[in-house]
């Protein structure tokens, strides 16, 4: 029989505390952003009227601390997620399997604040706090496969505990007002995380507008993104602290966000006429391996993986990718999404330390960097309210193929591969090469999309023409 493909469910943990601080239309904002199956509202204080708020909107509310009848079974999206409060809840789940409530073959993932670290500073060592009456009730031999989430550790944490996987479901820890996280689930177990800060929300979600400059031009019937859009400029500059260019750039940012899509803001052409697009995988920021690297040949051409799926060949993966370059490549520019602020540099280290006789055919190449050409340069304004690839292309149209993995989840993985070198420790590689390439054909996306903007916007809300040509610069010029 063949495995029906997963399905996910997105939770969003909300603090109470976080939420008391976003007016209605902030929510609301958030609920757009994140559509939400969900949203679970962390009990850090008094939260009825988040709480209240949220059940104006369409989506589910959970509410332990405010709702005695929050614990139980959500299933949504054919994903069950079971909130307990206590350990009595968490006993009853072998129930709950015996009456079919929950599905055994898929995974399920039950919610709790019963699980925390204990970290021990003499003795230098982390245990699992609440772990062995966790354990005791839960029981033995259950059918299902299970990811235990806690509202305890930071969404950012994920860990097996023995027989335990445990996934954090809070904001990670920061100065000031936490970002709020989204944790998508899915039924093969994978987890992803995606924070915002609430500091993106509403007007705040444009570039050039703070907090007190929302404030302003609310007070001046800008209530969204769109008003400012359909404004004239010279009723933006009537609102204090806006000047012409300010104007200029709050107009463009709030219609590229709007109408999803690219506004061009100088005449500098589009680098590379025929470019090769790039995106590695490691094993981490601070990078010992790239052990992936894909490339798509061309703005509409063929998609190629360089592969190592043997940690005790380093080099591989590097040495077979540029044996291509020098054959195929060598005149070409290669454009990256913030390339020189890790693929480039990473490359490059691997290349000296891995195959240097290629280190000269490296240096010669024309390499890129979209993002900087697009935002450090002030060639373009992007929609998104971050510049993180993924979100640009959200932005741009582009829909992601749904492989439950982030770049964090990739990098930990791998690591996890190495250190175990176990059949269960393995990794899905082609799973991971379909995320490589969502990221390669992303990029390429941004690209077309930039080329094809070919109308500069203009002071006074007009446009003019750029220019076509293209360019393919140096090393040394971005």
């Not at 790039?278 to 690297?293: P, Q, S």
Request: charge should be negative; include cysteine.
């Amino acid at each position: 029989m063949t495995r029906a493909e997963p399905t996910a469910t997105d939770l969003l943990m909300l603090p109470g505390s976080v939420g008391q601080t976003l007016a209605d239309h902030e929510i609301t904002d958030l609920l757009s952003y994140f559509d939400p199956d969900a949203v679970f509202v962390l009990d850090d204080g008094e939260n009825q009227s988040v709480v209240n708020t949220l059940r104006d909107q369409d989506v589910i509310v959970i509410a332990p601390g405010q709702d005695d009848n929050a614990t139980g079974i959500y299933t949504m999206r054919d994903v069950d997620v079971i909130i307990v409060s206590n350990f009595t809840d968490l006993s009853g789940i072998r129930a709950a399997e015996s009456k079919d409530l929950i599905d055994p073959e898929t995974e399920t993932f039950v919610v709790s604040d019963l699980l925390d670290l204990h970290v021990d500073r003499e003795q230098l060592n982390t245990s699992l706090d609440g772990g062995d009456n966790y354990r005791d009730a839960l029981g033995d031999n259950l059918s299902g496969s299970y990811t235990h989430i806690s509202t305890q550790l930071p969404a950012s944490y994920s860990r097996d505990w023995e027989d335990l996987h445990i996934q954090g479901g809070a904001p990670p820890d920061s100065q000031g007002q936490p970002p709020i996280p989204c944790l998508t689930l899915r039924t093969d177990g994978y987890v992803t995380v995606e924070t915002l800060s609430s500091q993106q929300l509403g007007l705040k979600a444009i570039d050039n507008v703070g907090p007190t400059m929302a404030d302003r031009l609310r007070e001046n019937n800008f209530s969204s993104a769109d008003t400012i859009v359909s404004a004239d400029l010279s009723e933006l500059q009537e609102v204090n602290g806006i000047g012409e260019k300010r104007a200029n750039q709050i107009t463009n940012a709030a219609t590229a966000m709007t109408n999803g899509r690219v506004v061009r803001t100088s005449d500098s052409p589009v680098p590379g006429e025929d470019p090769i697009f790039i995106d590695i995988e490691t094993d981490g920021l601070n990078a010992t391996i790239t052990w992936l690297i894909g490339v798509q040949d061309g703005v509409n051409g063929k998609y190629i993986s360089f592969l190592n799926e043997n940690p005790d060949e380093p080099g591989k993966a590097v040495r077979d990718f540029m044996m291509w370059v020098k054959a195929n490549a060598k005149n070409r520019t290669f454009i990256a999404w913030n390339g020189w602020g890790f693929d480039y540099e990473i490359l490059r280290d691997h290349i000296v330390e891995y195959c240097p006789e290629y280190l000269d055919t490296w240096e010669s190449l024309s390499k890129r960097d979209l993002l900087r050409w697009a935002i450090e340069m002030e060639n373009a304004v992007l929609p998104g309210r971050t510049n993180k690839l993924e979100h640009v292309a959200e932005g741009l149209g582009w829909e992601t193929d749904s492989t439950g993995l982030s770049g964090k989840a990739v990098g930990e993985a791998y690591r996890h591969w190495v250190q175990e070198r176990t059949p269960e420790a393995e990794l899905d590689w082609e799973r991971h090469c379909e995320y490589c390439q969502d990221d390669v054909e992303s990029l390429a996306h941004i690209y077309k999309e930039i080329r094809n903007e070919g109308r500069l916007a203009a002071k006074g809300g007009g446009t003019e023409s750029v220019a076509e040509t293209t360019d393919q610069g140096t090393l040394a010029e971005w």
